[in-house]
């Protein structure tokens, strides 16, 4: 089955009772048990249909065979930590996600789980012999720098380790790390695959039998999952990703040609697909915060990924949480605009820029 099928298709079946088309919101905590201990549903922490359905479709269209749906997607990087133990190392991309820096360097580092940050997208790097897991993503946040993850998932087996790729930015749409060799997917559904800005929740996407046990364990014995609604939210959106992708991606790949040719640019930065733009304004950090408020159709705004543009300044905003040596050290200048574009018509969205741009000279 091609994507733009699997997606408003896969782990969904009219609804056997009465033929609705949709996977009902299931809202119940518990079920009604045949006989003691005999029920094909029992709680609704450790399953529930509409999360099912969810978890299906996410599985397949990230070419997986298990998906495991959590309350957001910093649940979802928690469980895949969860599975380490004290003593046991893992690589992380140096510009990764700020709330998976704060989650791995303030809550992990204490339980003896070591982080070493490195550039993954520098193809010579090397992963250490004792490397449990490496963790990537790519594109990065806010920097959009992508990794070869064929190259990279063969370095980390070469060493015993997993490989997990947050594939939140690319979606399956343009890139599937499991086909490339990666063990782990890992989705903030509150982007891209929800679509709408209107539910926070995240995903784990495997064909590792062993690891999707575990992290079906984990969903269950720490109870951070979706509620019923948020899961129907999610696979309402999920059921158009294909084409807001190839809107997103449109007007993103035309905003970039139009802002390359501009002298008030210093730098854009588009790793090729998508719908994530960040540039440099030539400018101090006062042109960039007038620039971020001036704008009208985008909203000054953290997230990323629904059918609304958004603007924000990651210094100040996404990536306040990473300290001001570190931003600097990998190059978020404090100047650096990030721009979500929306599937709004490209015509609104660049009189808007052109508004901002007027208002960044003053
Ligand atoms: C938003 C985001 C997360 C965290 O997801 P939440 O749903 O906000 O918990 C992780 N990785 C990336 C790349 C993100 O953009």
Not at 197 to 213: E, F, P
Request: proline letters at 5%; aromatic letters at 8%.
């Amino acid at each position: 089955m091609k994507m733009e099928t699997k997606v408003i298709h896969a782990g969904q079946h009219p609804d056997p009772l009465t033929g609705a088309v949709m996977t009902p919101v299931y809202q119940t905590s518990t079920y009604a048990q045949k006989h003691p201990g005999v029920a094909d549903w029992e709680y609704s922490r450790t399953h529930n249909p509409t999360r099912t359905a969810l978890q299906d479709c996410l599985a397949a269209a990230e070419s997986g065979t298990h998906g495991i749906c959590f309350a957001s997607g910093l649940a979802a990087v928690d469980t895949v930590i969860r599975t380490l133990e004290p003593g046991d190392s893992v690589i992380c991309g140096d510009d990764v996600y700020g709330g998976t820096y704060r989650l791995f360097t303030t809550v992990f580092a204490k339980y003896g789980i070591k982080f070493t940050f490195v550039d993954l997208s520098d193809p010579s790097i090397e992963i250490p012999a004792d490397t449990k897991l490496v963790w990537a993503e790519t594109p990065t946040n806010p920097l959009l720098k992508t990794t070869d993850i064929a190259s990279l998932a063969a370095k980390t087996h070469a060493v015993g380790g997993l490989l997990a790729v947050d594939n939140t930015f690319a979606t399956p749409v343009f890139q599937r790390p499991l086909e490339l060799g990666a063990d782990i997917v890992l989705h903030s559904t509150t982007k891209y695959i929800g679509g709408h800005s209107d539910v926070v929740g995240g995903a784990l996407i495997t064909s590792n039998d062993a690891l999707a046990d575990q992290f079906t364990t984990l969903q269950n014995s720490v109870g951070a999952v979706p509620g019923p609604w948020d899961c129907f939210l999610t696979l309402r959106g999920l059921k158009t990703l294909s084409v807001r992708m190839q809107r997103h991606d449109e007007n993103a790949k035309s905003l970039v040609s139009w802002m390359d040719q501009r002298p008030d640019v210093a730098s854009v930065i588009y790793p090729g697909f998508g719908g994530m733009v960040s540039f440099v304004l030539n400018g101090d950090l006062d042109a960039a915060v007038r620039f971020v408020k001036a704008t009208t159709v985008f909203t000054l705004a953290e997230s990323l990924g629904g059918v609304e543009s958004l603007i924000e300044l990651p210094a100040i905003m996404t990536h306040a949480s990473v300290p001001p040596e570190v931003r600097a050290s990998i190059g978020i200048d404090d100047g650096l605009i990030r721009l979500s574009v929306g599937i709004e018509h490209i015509d609104d969205l660049r009189a808007d820029l052109e508004t901002a741009f007027a208002s960044a000279r003053g």
